[in-house]
């Protein structure tokens, strides 16, 4: 299951969410979608990132910053990532 980090050039909050996957161990499955390039993106995130998110097959599970590492873990834990 691929998990988006919506991040920007120098966020240095989503340099600190991205540090908290690695230490999950679960960088592997991340895609790092700058929302610069999208205005879309840029409109729904653009005061709220990083956020992290996972797409099911009916829905969609966000995590928004802050969060620690036990907030990640349960996070990824209700989403079926161990």
Not at 63 to 80: I, Q, R, V
């Amino acid at each position: 299951m691929l998990i988006t980090l919506y991040s920007t050039q120098g966020c240095h909050l989503c340099e600190q969410a991205y540090s908290l996957l690695i230490a999950a161990g679960v960088e592997e499955r991340v895609q790092v979608v700058d929302i610069a390039f999208d205005d879309a993106l840029f409109s729904r995130y653009g005061v709220t990132i990083p956020v992290l998110s996972i797409k099911h097959p009916d829905s969609i599970s966000e995590l928004g910053w802050p969060f620690d590492a036990t907030e990640l873990a349960a996070w990824l834990n209700s989403n079926g990532i161990n």
